[in-house]
């Protein structure tokens, strides 16, 4: 699995972890900072997941990020200008597909994990905002240092992340130039059915090959 996307797993996890006390409780910056600490230490110590323990893993993930992820405008995103043309059902079978794509994508990631740290740097963020952008350094052993932004916007229900900028290059972005190849191929139906094929194998999907630079 390629270094980033382990790094942007693992940072995504921590992140999430404490995203509903977000607006009420802390700063941007300062919940990261305490959802990464609290977040590390439970993998640190829990060697099932770090083996990759299937059913904790998706536990995990379905624990602490689903709830926190803007998944429908995430799929929005990375389909671009092809969601005008999806249908109701198409809209929900993307989204579906495209959440179970991240997910086996995060809990392989997972069970990567071994000793990074990860540095929050101070949120720029005015009262009243809607949209901000938390910032993480995440360190590893013998490696670079990979700056990975988090997209974010409040909503009714607490912020919630909708793209992650690994090292400048953003998800959604990648994950766009690939949809709209399949949709160009067969359709919104052809998309979808790519994904659930994807979903349906033994291997973890991928990231796009943009994002997995510098392995």
């Known amino acids: 699995m390629p270094r980033r996307l382990v790094a942007l797993a ?113 949120a720029k963020i005015a009262s009243g905002d809607k949209d901000t952008v938390v910032k993480t350094v995440v360190n590893q052993p013998g490696g670079q240092p990979i700056p990975i932004d988090y997209a974010m916007e409040r909503t009714d229900k607490g912020w919630k992340v909708y793209d992650v900028m690994v090292d400048g290059v953003s998800l959604v972005t990648t994950y766009r130039g690939s949809f709209n190849e399949q949709v160009q191929k067969g359709g919104v139906d052809g998309l979808v059915k790519t994904l659930a094929d994807r979903n349906r194998t033994a291997e973890a999907p991928k990231a796009p090959v943009k994002v997995d630079l510098k392995k």
């Open 10 to 122: 693992v940072t995504a996890l921590a992140l999430a972890a404490g995203a509903t006390a977000f607006a009420q409780e802390l700063a941007p910056d300062a919940l990261a900072r305490k959802s990464i600490d609290e977040v590390l230490a439970v993998i640190r110590a829990d060697k099932e997941l770090q083996n990759g323990n299937p059913k904790k893993l998706h536990a995990l993930v379905e624990e602490k990020i689903l709830p926190h992820f803007d998944f429908t405008r995430m799929t929005r995103l990375a389909v671009g200008r092809n969601w005008a043309q999806a249908s109701d059902a198409q809209k929900e079978a993307l989204t579906r597909e495209f959440q179970t794509l991240l997910v086996r994508t995060y809990s392989t990631s997972i069970s990567q994990y071994r000793n990074q740290t990860i540095d929050v740097k101070p």
